[in-house]
């Protein structure tokens, strides 16, 4: 049977935004049919983030179909040139915590060779460089048929929470920690805070007073965000991306409101066994007031136990308010695949001393002026990439106001 399955695969690799676009009713049948599939993996999340961020890239997406038509799987690729270097990228690498391929139960083994073969096959890529995987991602299931040089290497940590009744999770925490969000909780109710989730009508609005809010939350300490938190673009990504994944149930975007004001914000995303934090704001009142990452637990272990998942994941980013909370910690990393040791040799070499020099510069056994040079670089990064954005502002503005935004 797996003889013959493979040779009635259809593969195909498209590379137009309408071919993209086309895909979606057969796309989200996929994906509800791919057991380690995250929502980052919808194409509500993956067409959002190409329609405001995909100008710079070349679409490889790649599909396997069986010999009756029906979507198996999917890699969701695009080719990025750099000074002749050629790379291929999971559409939606950078700003998207959980990165990966499609592949409908029961067919993953042959879904995952088509893949490597076709990889293979393709041209014009040098390295294959595939983001933020998960320990149990689909897409590590390619290294088992690829034949070329390979690395995987640590990206970044994930802390998470167990989902359990609040007051057995407050009896885990340390007892600091546990006073402050009983406090924080009662005064809450005395404020009469009132916490709900936006409906897909409010989904747009409820993104700018998001984003609103996260901006004043940040604004003294604005490089620790990174240039594109401050563009209209990211603001508008976020609008459509959310508005998307309210109306199909992957995510929505839950309020604190006060006297007529939205005063604590967070994007979630609703996974099959997990509820994730994606994003979360707070205006410079309830920083004065409340412990906002207190009451942005309680909620998301509400939603959590509400839609029966196991546990809260608060995605990516070691914030020391996220591991005071966390359970554990999931470690995500990167794979770089090759075609020859001349040109991969290189690139992975460079990846894996980063990595080690990234996980060394946050860890707690840095000395000071390690941890001075990394604010320093962050300081440098943000001051080129922001000057790079400025010119491309018009561009950005006209993209946000194509006819693309209206079919939301």
């Not at 995250?38 to 179909?65: C, H, K, M, N």
């Not at 006297?259 to 066994?273: A, K, P, Q, T």
């Amino acid at each position: 049977m797996s003889a013959r399955r493979n040779k009635l695969l259809r593969i195909e690799v498209l590379t137009s935004a309408g071919e993209f676009a086309l895909l979606e009713e057969e796309w989200e049948d996929l994906y509800h049919n791919s057991p380690r599939a995250t929502p980052f993996q919808s194409w509500a999340w993956l067409y959002s983030w190409w329609e405001f961020y995909g100008e710079d890239y070349e679409l490889r997406l790649i599909t396997v179909r069986d010999d009756e038509g029906l979507l198996i799987g999917l890699a969701p690729l695009m080719l990025k040139r750099r000074l002749g270097f050629r790379r291929l990228l999971f559409v939606g690498t950078g700003p998207t915590d959980y990165l990966d391929v499609l592949a409908r139960e029961g067919w993953e083994t042959q879904v995952l060779e088509a893949l490597a073969r076709t990889l293979r096959q393709m041209g014009s890529w040098q390295v294959v460089d595939l983001h933020q995987l998960r320990p149990d991602a689909a897409a590590w299931g390619i290294c088992r048929h690829w034949d070329g040089p390979q690395l995987g290497v640590w990206q970044s940590n994930c802390p998470v929470i167990d989902a359990k009744p609040w007051d057995e999770l407050l009896a885990s925490i340390k007892k600091s920690l546990r006073s402050s969000a009983r406090q924080t909780l009662r005064r809450a109710r005395e404020d009469g805070l009132r916490c709900e989730l936006a409906g897909v009508e409010d989904a747009k609005a409820a993104a700018r007073r998001l984003v609103a809010v996260s901006r004043q939350q940040w604004q003294s300490r604005w490089r620790e965000t990174g240039p594109e938190h401050w563009t209209r673009r990211f603001e508008a990504h976020l609008e459509v991306a959310s508005r998307r994944m309210t109306a199909r149930g992957l995510g929505g975007i839950s309020e604190f409101w006060r006297d007529g004001e939205v005063v604590i914000s967070h994007f979630l995303v609703f996974g099959r066994d997990f509820v994730g934090q994606y994003m979360i704001g707070a205006s410079q009142e309830a920083l004065r007031r409340y412990q906002f990452s207190s009451l942005g637990m309680w909620d998301g272990i509400n939603v959590s136990l509400d839609r029966k998942g196991t546990y809260f994941d608060l995605l990516r980013g070691e914030e020391p308010y996220k591991l005071r909370w966390s359970s554990r910690v999931v470690p995500n990393r990167r794979m770089v695949l090759g075609r020859n040791l001349l040109v991969w040799g290189p690139c992975a070499a460079y990846h894996a001393l980063r990595s080690r020099a990234k996980r060394y510069a946050y860890s707690e056994n840095a000395p000071a002026w390690v941890k001075g040079t990394k604010d320093r670089y962050q300081t440098l990064r943000y001051a080129a990439a922001r000057y790079a954005n400025s010119e491309n502002a018009t561009r950005w503005l006209k993209r946000i106001t194509a006819s693309r935004f209206k079919g939301v």
